[in-house]
């Protein structure tokens, strides 16, 4: 960690002031419960850290039983930070590389494409750019042997790119890295997040087990209604068990928090616990992969974090999962991390707004898309059309009165004889174009790569002549998300 240049507001979270400015955005965001909080280092002594958490509303609208500091949220893909530092520590210990194949690990590992685990490597895993389909949900069991269940099943994913190409955002691949470090290790997933990061956090305010729900205080994920009608708490509690290294941490904003402490403090948590070496700290956020072509809010990727500048270095990560959304935003050259839990699908709006807040309370800017003067409009019409991937689609279409509308689609709110809400589209300049959605500005990219049209949204959804089918989920989970 190196010196801070801000100091924490005395009131910030700590005020009935503050308690009462989160409560009235949540009711005005139909958001049914969240915690928000803020962690602060003062020194390099851990007894000298502060953690600040705020709890708002219900975490179920079904039972109304209220969000106080022990209720578990979902993490959703703020997991893939855990996970990394999982295979983080396995590089640690000389057990592999970022340069390792998946094939040296997993040798009967196979994807669609002849010879790909030769290629894929650790690095590709953690940077999303290893070319798997990125969202090939397959529910095969909830019992110990699920993960194992699930590789058996990646052949059947369609590779969008080969190892190395542009970043896809791709949760089969931390499924896989998960996998790695189970193999090495010889212990589950689930198990290994306890031993090897929970304990020296000294946190047990964390599960992914579906079975171990009712064990604990737990936040039920809420959807809006088509009709603007107040969300609805979700019957299904969580994603396929396989999809554990990708997305199915639960947990508290103070357990969240006390795993931000050991990435600030270059690996060592605030117990003292290692947790981390400094180098392989120093990794995890550097930039292993530029966004300088397709972003301007975010500035690359690192090893599972996603990279910003908010006026200082950022390392970010959010979570969308069955009903729930959350977000952990970390400043390393402050000592100062942000984490925001809530129960609802439409959070990121909340996260947004509230981080825009407490960013202004220190002297720091959130970053917002940048729409260029000099933006070429008519580049618009060349997007006209179907832009998809197994699991999402982008349709661009052009209304009566000339205006250029995108609307987004996934397997999951893809419903028959529904239309997708669309939005007006403009270009922000260069290759970017921006859409206003839910309150918030959302940005995309044109990118060519090999001969190939693709629009980067996060994930990689390229040009198509057919109409948006959507894989779905195969199992019994297939309607998790109704």
Same mark, same amino acid.
Request: glycine content about 10%.
């Given at each position: 960690?190196?010196?801070?240049?801000?100091?924490?507001?005395?009131?910030?979270?700590?005020?009935?002031?503050?308690?009462?400015?989160?409560?009235?955005?949540?009711?005005?965001?139909?958001?049914?419960?969240?915690?928000?909080?803020?962690?602060?280092?003062?020194?390099?002594?851990?007894?000298?850290?502060?953690?600040?958490?705020?709890?708002?509303?219900?975490?179920?609208?079904?039972?109304?039983?209220?969000?106080?500091?022990?209720?578990?949220?979902?993490?959703?893909?703020?997991?893939?930070?855990?996970?990394?530092?999982?295979?983080?520590?396995?590089?640690?210990?000389?057990?592999?590389?970022?340069?390792?194949?998946?094939?040296?690990?997993?040798?009967?590992?196979?994807?669609?494409?002849?010879?790909?685990?030769?290629?894929?490597?650790?690095?590709? =895993? @953690?940077?999303? %750019?290893?070319?798997?389909?990125?969202? !090939?949900?397959?529910?095969?069991?909830? #019992?110990?042997? &699920? $993960?194992?269940?699930?590789?058996?099943?990646?052949?059947?994913?369609?590779?969008?790119?080969?190892?190395?190409?542009?970043?896809?955002?791709?949760?089969?691949?931390?499924?896989?890295?998960?996998?790695?470090?189970?193999?090495?290790?010889?212990?589950?997933?689930?198990?290994?997040?306890?031993?090897?990061?929970?304990?020296?956090?000294?946190?047990?305010?964390?599960?992914?087990?579906?079975?171990?729900?009712?064990?604990?205080?737990?936040?039920?994920?809420?959807?809006?209604?088509?009709?603007?009608?107040?969300?609805?708490?979700?019957?299904?509690?969580?994603?396929?068990?396989?999809?554990?290294?990708?997305? =199915? @941490?639960?947990? %508290?904003?103070?357990?969240?928090?006390? !795993?931000?402490?050991?990435?600030?403090? #270059?690996?060592? &948590? $605030?117990?003292?616990?290692?947790?981390?070496?400094?180098?392989?700290?120093?990794?995890?956020?550097?930039?292993?992969?530029?966004?300088?072509?397709?972003?301007?809010?975010?500035?690359?990727?690192?090893?599972?974090?996603?990279?910003?500048?908010?006026?200082?270095?950022?390392?970010?990560?959010?979570?969308?999962?069955?009903?729930?959304?959350?977000?952990?935003?970390?400043?390393?050259?402050?000592?100062?991390?942000?984490?925001?839990?809530?129960?609802?699908?439409?959070?990121?709006?909340?996260?947004?707004?509230?981080?825009?807040?407490?960013?202004?309370?220190?002297?720091?800017?959130?970053?917002?898309?940048?729409?260029?003067?000099?933006?070429?409009?008519?580049?618009?019409?060349?997007?006209?059309?179907?832009?998809?991937?197994?699991?999402?689609?982008?349709?661009?279409?052009?209304?009566?009165?000339?205006?250029?509308?995108?609307?987004?689609?996934?397997?999951?709110?893809?419903?028959?004889?529904?239309?997708?809400?669309?939005?007006?589209?403009?270009?922000?300049?260069?290759?970017?174009?921006?859409?206003?959605?839910?309150?918030?500005?959302?940005?995309?990219?044109?990118?060519?790569?090999?001969?190939?049209?693709?629009?980067?949204?996060?994930?990689?959804?390229?040009?198509?002549?057919?109409?948006?089918?959507?894989?779905?989920?195969?199992?019994?989970?297939?309607?998790?998300?109704?």
């Amino acid at each position: 960690m190196t010196a801070q240049s801000v100091s924490l507001p005395k009131d910030l979270l700590a005020t009935a002031e503050w308690q009462k400015r989160i409560d009235d955005l949540a009711v005005s965001l139909d958001i049914p419960g969240a915690q928000v909080g803020v962690l602060m280092l003062h020194s390099d002594n851990a007894e000298d850290a502060e953690i600040r958490v705020v709890n708002t509303g219900v975490a179920s609208r079904d039972h109304g039983a209220p969000v106080n500091d022990r209720t578990h949220f979902h993490y959703g893909s703020i997991s893939k930070v855990w996970t990394t530092t999982l295979l983080m520590q396995l590089i640690d210990e000389g057990k592999i590389t970022l340069d390792t194949t998946v094939a040296e690990v997993l040798p009967k590992l196979r994807t669609d494409v002849d010879g790909a685990t030769e290629q894929i490597t650790v690095r590709h =895993l @953690l940077t999303h %750019t290893s070319g798997i389909e990125g969202d !090939f949900f397959r529910f095969t069991g909830e #019992d110990e042997g &699920a $993960l194992n269940a699930y590789l058996d099943t990646i052949p059947e994913a369609q590779s969008i790119t080969e190892a190395g190409g542009p970043h896809s955002y791709c949760n089969s691949g931390f499924s896989i890295a998960g996998a790695i470090a189970v193999e090495l290790r010889g212990e589950l997933w689930d198990d290994l997040i306890i031993s090897q990061i929970a304990a020296p956090l000294g946190v047990t305010d964390l599960f992914s087990k579906t079975a171990d729900a009712g064990l604990y205080q737990t936040a039920a994920g809420h959807n809006p209604q088509p009709d603007g009608s107040p969300a609805v708490a979700t019957k299904t509690w969580q994603l396929p068990r396989a999809l554990g290294p990708a997305g =199915l @941490l639960a947990g %508290t904003a103070d357990t969240m928090l006390r !795993f931000a402490a050991s990435h600030l403090r #270059d690996g060592v &948590a $605030l117990t003292g616990e290692h947790v981390l070496s400094p180098e392989s700290a120093l990794a995890m956020r550097s930039e292993q992969h530029s966004f300088d072509q397709v972003s301007t809010t975010m500035t690359g990727w690192g090893l599972g974090w996603a990279l910003a500048d908010w006026g200082t270095p950022v390392l970010t990560h959010s979570g969308g999962t069955i009903g729930q959304n959350a977000n952990l935003t970390v400043f390393p050259e402050l000592g100062f991390a942000i984490c925001i839990l809530t129960n609802s699908a439409v959070g990121s709006t909340f996260v947004a707004q509230l981080e825009e807040i407490i960013a202004k309370e220190i002297g720091l800017t959130r970053p917002v898309p940048r729409d260029e003067e000099l933006a070429d409009q008519g580049a618009l019409r060349d997007l006209i059309g179907n832009w998809s991937s197994p699991w999402m689609c982008l349709e661009i279409t052009e209304d009566e009165s000339g205006v250029v509308r995108a609307a987004m689609s996934d397997a999951w709110s893809a419903k028959p004889g529904v239309t997708a809400p669309s939005f007006p589209l403009r270009a922000a300049g260069q290759n970017r174009f921006v859409y206003e959605r839910s309150g918030r500005t959302a940005e995309i990219s044109r990118v060519n790569h090999q001969g190939r049209e693709f629009i980067w949204t996060g994930r990689l959804l390229e040009r198509s002549p057919e109409p948006f089918k959507p894989a779905g989920v195969v199992g019994s989970a297939a309607n998790a998300s109704n």
